[in-house]
């Protein structure tokens, strides 16, 4: 859930944090052994194509078709690493000839260091909310300790108890600002628990931390009840406080506050509330709650009611748990969940597509909670491969019979321009040891203008003119597209010769996709015609663009001015003409979309 | 600069006889309020309104609701201002010289004491609820007034991010400048190309999208389009000229100040010139805990000058009518001052100022104790100050939208126009 636009504070660190070794790399899988584990997943796959076929046929809906390999690949990468393919992976891709391509394919990307990234970044914004300055909270942390449990393939309940368990110090220490809330990769000291963020977050308000565990991992919208008895569901106040009476022996204490620094804080269980709640009427009917689940289970358990919470939540009865995560994954990797919205599964909202949710949920549970079983499971059936045409019978809502086009997260887009534009390198070079501090502000700064309030109505897309401006004109997609050393552009006109063999590998750069014949003659004309309007002019166009200062009067902070080390090498009006392809390109909706 | 005197000198002559008229006359006034009065003919709409957000809590005690007496009344002064027994702090002279054109709430009181709830209980009218996001009052009025085939965007916000959109979607959220005075960001291509090769990509870029669009035959493509057309407009209209102060006299520039907050005063004139129907700007800096008096007598030097021009501009321009002005924060500060010379979070009492659109000047409204820590007489609910301003732009306080959970919100939270601020 996001909020109205807060206030951010961008604290400008002096230098960025280093980055320490990168942890241990997901385990690499055998031939043999990875023909075997995607054995039940076919299963499965088969069991819910068929399902939904069922459900499709009495519908009178016509499934659309299954989608190219271009098209596929594109959508599987960013589904699963959160980020378009490089040219090199499309190329190989397309010129591979085995039977069971996708499948490979798909399993390679299960087991990249990208995947366990994106499933970090997703899960930190479905626990974490909007990156508002949170005091203490070390966010950066939360999202490697996520990416950590990931790629270990920790299973989803064991994952969900150790952070509603945690316990520890929360943070390093490190410099505040973007470093704090937006992670860069590497890894803290073994004595911080990036999970204790997650608790500290929310623990100045126990109703909150209560609110948020029951909507983030069991799909229960319980704050309702916070201030009156649930209007259409059966929770009371009473049941409310008896939830969040879990919580209530949480303590926060700190270690450390240095100026423009992360304060580190120290999570533990006390043998009782704080005494603060009780000068407050509401903490104080909480305090005296009896620990109690929503199925009203006792979770006084002596010392640890966290501990206790955990079990619960966890357990093969809790109807909630695997299915609230399912219908997520479901949701993700469809467009569509089978409980609209992803996170309110009460009893009066039934789950549409026909007992699926229930078959991947108990699959899910007999996996022990296999995170990498489900992934492969959905993204092996047809209904996740449909195309995104209407076809003959038009778009029919709980069929599953065609994807659905969804604008790609500020995530997904900041790394899909940097991966089509190869601006790593080009960060690495201008930004130096400020290499982690610009990609963080640059990250945050693509989040803030393409947020998009979840809460929104998805059906119709809502995106804002400065989207639209910030991808036509802002700073991260014109460094993407200028003729810079070592960038896509420049590697591409070196590295071939010819207008279209040039067009071609832009397109499959940007899109995932070589160009079809026609947009090949009208790409090819742009280019020419361009390289002939320079032959007919006799002057030699200059040397570099004009000033990158001449963009805007004020050219500090808030004009998109780039840098002044980044010029554009583009000498010939064919070379900018170049310059422009990449520029439509990255501009199309088939860039900003997924599909 | 004002005389404080000058009045007083009038009342000692046969001004006396003047102030007594006007006393009887504004007797009647406020009768007419009462039930059973002739009603006064209904004013026309105002179209506008302008937000200045005063960001971080202002001590309401050391601006708009002075107490030179009181134990922790603090070192500064109160003054007299053109608002008949309304004084003001010694450091708002300019302001206090528009008071007559302006009412100031000073019974505010909400439950609200952390900062990003309160900014949102403050932005939208709504107590923050996890279920709902209310929209805040910028982003109702775009979406309520808002021409959709205007250049500009109908909600602007100069000098902070403003109020959101909530469930209204992300479209009816503001075009943010972070410069007052300056293009907003990403209206100009970072790397300047000529508008031939504008025209080229742009043409190339339409032909993609069509096929896109063909292939699809999803109609979010077709709305993406829409908004990138109306992006691509903003970046080319003449219009988009009103950001920039260049060509505003240097006295004018000189009244407002030399700072972010006074340049976004002055472009948010601009902006009501042409029509737009919202306009926040922030001066952010209050949460004084630290340093109370020194920080706060520096951002009225901010405040003063700015809020005050922008009246009488308005004013002279004949834009006041149909231009309501609200200068608030989400809170007010304690009278206790701590350890370090500082004022801490006190929601329970605080100020704001609001006028224009028609609305009574030279007033307060509400009071509060000695020290300024409780209200006592003629508290203001937050609902009835939005519901005073949203009647005065012709809309409904109580008109509602479904919440995408199928809750039904309204704009205001159930509030009321106040009848002593409706002239």
Redesign the interface.
């Known amino acids: 859930?996001?909020?109205?636009?807060?206030?951010?504070t961008l604290a400008v660190a002096a230098t960025a944090a280093c980055a320490s070794t990168s942890p241990t790399p997901a385990p690499a899988r055998a031939g043999v052994a990875a023909a075997a584990s995607r054995a039940p997943a076919a299963t499965l796959a088969a069991r819910i194509d068929e399902a939904l076929a069922a459900l499709q046929r009495a519908r009178g809906v016509q499934p659309a078709p299954l989608v190219d390999d271009a098209t596929w690949l594109r959508r599987v990468t960013l589904d699963l690493a959160g980020r378009i393919p490089t040219e090199t992976e499309a190329r190989a891709f397309l010129a591979d000839a085995g039977a069971d391509k996708r499948p490979r394919a798909a399993e390679a990307l299960l087991g990249s260091r990208d995947h366990a990234a994106h499933l970090a970044r997703i899960w930190d914004d479905t626990l974490m909310g909007p990156r508002?300055k949170e005091r203490q909270v070390d966010r950066a942390a939360f999202q490697r300790w996520l990416e950590a449990r990931f790629a270990a393939k920790t299973p989803w309940d064991r994952l969900v108890t150790e952070i509603v368990t945690a316990s520890g110090k929360n943070s390093a220490g490190g410099p505040a600002g973007p470093l704090a809330l937006v992670s860069t990769g590497g890894a803290d000291p073994d004595d911080v628990n990036g999970a204790v963020n997650w608790v500290v977050r929310y623990g100045r308000q126990p109703a909150?931390l209560a609110?948020a565990t029951a909507?983030g991992f069991l799909g229960v919208?319980i704050?309702?009840a916070?201030?009156h008895d649930h209007k259409t569901e059966k929770w009371t106040q009473g049941d409310f406080r008896s939830f969040a009476a879990a919580f209530a022996h949480v303590r926060v204490d700190r270690i450390e506050r240095d100026k423009g620094r992360v304060p580190v804080v120290s999570l533990a269980d006390g043998q009782r509330p704080m005494r603060r709640w009780y000068g407050d009427p509401e903490l104080a009917k909480i305090a005296d709650a009896t620990p109690k689940a929503l199925d009203g289970t006792d979770l006084s358990n002596g010392d640890n009611r966290r501990a206790a919470l955990a079990a619960w939540m966890t357990s093969r009865d809790n109807p909630w748990f695997s299915r609230a995560f399912v219908n997520r994954v479901w949701a993700q990797l469809t467009g569509e969940g089978f409980v609209e919205?992803i996170d309110?599964l009460r009893p009066s909202n039934a789950p549409r597509g026909g007992g699926v949710l229930d078959l991947v949920a108990e699959a899910f549970e007999a996996s022990g909670f296999d995170v990498d079983a489900l992934y492969r499971a959905i993204v092996a059936t047809q209904t996740y491969q449909r195309a995104?045409?209407?076809g003959a019978a038009g778009v029919a809502e709980g069929a599953w019979s065609r994807r659905?086009?969804?604008?790609l997260s500020p995530d997904q887009l900041f790394d899909s321009i940097v991966t089509a534009a190869g601006l790593e390198p080009i960060v690495e070079r201008v930004a130096g040891e400020r290499a982690d501090l610009v990609r963080a502000r640059a990250r945050m700064q693509m989040e803030f203008v393409f947020?998009?309030?979840s809460?929104?109505?998805a059906e119709?897309?809502?995106?804002?003119?400065?989207?639209?401006?910030?991808l036509?004109?802002?700073?991260v997609a014109?460094?993407g597209t200028?003729l810079l050393e070592g960038s896509a552009l420049d590697e591409v006109l070196r590295e071939h010769a010819t207008t279209p063999d040039r067009l071609t590998a832009l397109f499959l750069r940007a899109l995932g996709r070589p160009p079809t014949a026609s947009?090949l003659a009208?790409?090819g004309a742009?280019v020419e015609g361009a390289r002939d309007d320079d032959a007919k002019s006799a002057v030699t166009a200059p040397r570099a663009?004009?000033s990158?200062r001449?963009?805007?009067?004020?050219g500090?902070?808030?004009?998109?001015?780039?840098p002044g080390r980044i010029r554009?090498r583009a000498r010939t009006a064919e070379e900018?003409a170049y310059e422009?392809?990449l520029?439509?390109?990255l501009?199309?909706?088939?860039f900003?979309?997924q599909? | 600069m004002p005389s404080p005197t000058r009045r007083s000198f009038m009342l000692g002559t046969a001004g006396a006889l003047a102030a007594t008229l006007a006393a009887r006359l504004s007797e009647r006034a406020a009768r007419a309020d009462e039930p059973g009065a002739r009603p006064a003919a209904p004013a026309p709409a105002a179209t506008s309104c302008i937000l200045l957000w005063l960001n971080g809590g202002p001590s309401h005690i050391d601006t708009f609701d002075p107490k030179p007496g009181a134990k922790s009344g603090g070192p500064f002064k109160a003054i007299a201002s053109r608002a008949t027994g309304v004084r003001l702090c010694e450091h708002l002279p300019r302001l206090a010289e528009q008071a007559q054109h302006l009412a100031f709430v000073r019974g505010l009181s909400t439950k609200e004491g952390s900062h990003p709830r309160a900014q949102l209980l403050v932005h939208t009218g709504h107590v923050p609820n996890p279920t709902v996001v209310a929209p805040s009052l910028g982003s109702w009025i775009a979406r309520e007034l808002g021409k959709t085939d205007a250049a500009l965007p109908p909600f602007v916000s100069l000098g902070g991010p403003g109020g959101g959109p909530g469930f209204l979607g992300q479209s009816f959220g503001p075009l943010v400048v972070q410069s007052p005075g300056a293009m907003p960001q990403d209206l100009a291509p970072a790397l300047p190309i000529g508008p031939a090769r504008d025209d080229r990509r742009r043409g190339l870029l339409d032909e993609m999208e069509r096929g896109f669009a063909a292939r699809t035959g999803d109609g979010a493509v077709g709305e993406r389009r829409a908004v990138y057309a109306r992006a691509t407009r903003l970046a080319h209209a003449p219009e988009r000229r009103v950001f920039e102060i260049d060509d505003e006299p240097e006295a004018v520039r000189a009244a407002y100040g030399d700072t972010d907050f006074g340049r976004g005063c002055l472009v948010a004139r601009r902006l009501v010139e042409t029509g737009v129907p919202f306009v926040e700007v922030t001066l952010d800096g209050w949460d004084t805990h630290k340093d109370n008096f020194g920080r706060t007598k520096k951002l009225m030097g901010a405040l003063d000058p700015a809020f005050a021009t922008l009246v009488r501009e308005l004013v002279e321009r004949d834009l006041y009518r149909r231009t309501v002005v609200l200068c608030i924060g989400e809170f007010g500060r304690t009278p206790s001052i701590g350890g370090d010379d500082g004022r801490d979070h006190h929601p329970a009492a605080f100020s704001a100022v609001v006028g224009g659109g028609g609305l009574r000047g030279g007033l307060a409204l509400g009071q509060t104790d000695a020290e300024g820590a409780r209200v006592v007489a003629d508290g203001t609910s937050l609902p009835d100050l939005f519901a005073t301003i949203v009647a005065r732009l012709g809309l409904d306080p109580g008109a509602t939208r479904t919440s995408p959970l199928g809750r039904p919100i309204a704009i205001t939270d159930g509030g009321t126009p106040i009848a002593r601020l409706s002239a």
């Open positions: 859930m996001r909020s109205a636009h807060l206030l951010l508002v909150d609110g909507k919208q704050q309702c916070q201030c919205p309110d995104v045409t209407t659905a086009l969804a604008p947020d998009d309030d809460e929104a109505n119709s897309y809502r995106g804002t003119v400065q989207q639209a401006l910030a036509m004109n802002g700073l014109t460094a200028t947009e009208r790409f742009f663009a004009p990158p001449g963009a805007g009067r004020r500090r902070a808030g004009g998109a001015v780039l554009s900018r422009d392809v520029w439509t390109l501009n199309t909706s088939e900003t979309f599909h």
